[in-house]
Each structure stands twice: as C-alpha cells, then as structure tokens.
C-alpha cells in the first residue's frame, strides 16, 4: 500500500531523502505523515502534511532541518532530512490518512490508516 525508500547511514551533520509513494489508484489521502521509532521507543511524529492544501505540521525536535513535501501528483511524499544527528537515529514509518482530521489528531500513530514497512536511517 505504501512503500518507502531512502534509508541508510550517514554521519552527523548529513542528509538524506526519504520517499513514500501510495498507491493513487486505490486510496484518496487527505494526509501522508512520516514517524519514526527509536529501539526502546514509542512511535512518534516527526512531520505530516496535508495533501489537500500542503500545510504542513513539524515535530519539534526537527525543525529547521527536515522538511516534508508533496509530489507533484500528491501520491509521493518525501522528507528532506538535514543536519542528522544521532538522535535521528530510528526506524522512520510513511502513513496516510483517507480521512480529513484536525492535524491535532495527527500527531497520533492512530490517527493513520495505511503504513509502510519502515526504513532504518541511522546517525553515527
């Protein structure tokens, strides 16, 4: 249903590019987000965006350095990652919602209907 690439290492201070790529002709999504799961570590959102309009909703620990956009036929999203650090270390998850929420809600893991399998992006 969705399916991620861009993962690697890197050494801090790098940068790398994720992509996600749904499949368009099977789901209408009013959001895609990217969260990331350090070992030991609940599920957290990094940045999601809305395919509707692009407003966009940054976690905290990110900000200035990543940057979540939309392709240009809104069925891929990407997350610019810059500046990493060892604490961007995690295993980073695509989602999407096929339903409008308030992006309070979507800040939540459960607030999302479709997954990818992850890819790991690790920081040294």
């Known amino acids: 249903q969705l399916v991620e690439s861009g993962g690697g290492s890197v050494q801090t201070g790098g940068s790398l590019r994720l992509s996600c790529t749904v499949s368009r002709y099977t789901y209408s999504t009013y959001c895609m987000g990217w969260f990331r799961q350090a070992p030991g570590k609940e599920r957290a959102v990094v940045a999601h965006?809305?395919?509707?309009?692009?407003?966009?909703f940054y976690a905290e620990p990110i900000k200035d350095r990543f940057t979540i956009s939309l392709g240009h036929s809104k069925d891929t999203v990407y997350l610019q990652m810059n500046d990493l650090k060892p604490e961007d270390t995690a295993l980073y998850f695509c989602?999407?919602?096929?339903?409008?929420?308030?992006?309070?809600?979507?800040?939540?893991?459960?607030?999302?209907?479709?997954w990818g399998q992850g890819t790991q992006v690790t920081v040294s």
């Open positions: 989602a999407a919602s096929v339903k409008w929420l308030d992006w309070r809600r979507l800040i939540h893991p459960s607030a999302f209907d479709l």
């Open positions: 965006i809305y395919t509707t309009d692009g407003v966009t």
